[in-house]
């Protein structure tokens, strides 16, 4: 900033390999190091927190699972059965494996431009396999 000065900058003599050098050392102003204190607790606060948010997250994961997850499971069970089924209707035969339910899945969860790009991408691949 303008008509700010630079901080004082002492010199120290240091014997080096049998010769004298100055070293540079920076001299701090009491408020700068009351600020690097500050920043230093600040971290500390921050990490803790981390480390808490960390334990919570987990803590909360179980949580859901024992709350919710038999319910998950079955609901995602019933949505495979139901394709199952829906594909001995439809094609006569029951499927040999349940990539064709994570493809048909995965296509319903993109937008019109991305599902072109995936299925040329699996047009590419059937050409080259």
Known sequence: FIGMKPAHKE??????????????????????????AFREQRKKVQAYHEREFGKELQALKGKVMD???????????????????EQKRVNGVYPKDW?????????????????QKFLAKMEEKKEEG
């Not at 995602?76 to 139901?82: F, K, P, S």
């Not at 990539?99 to 599902?115: I, N």
């Open 67 to 85: 709350n919710e997850g038999g319910e998950m499971k079955d609901e995602l069970w019933e949505e495979r059965y139901n394709w199952f089924v």
């Open 99 to 115: 990539s064709g339910f994570y493809r048909e899945k995965h296509l319903r969860s993109l937008t019109p431009e991305q599902k």
């Open 11 to 36: 010199y120290e003599r240091v014997k080096v390999e049998g010769e004298e050098k100055k070293i540079v050392r920076q001299v701090k102003s009491e408020s700068a190091k009351k600020a690097e």
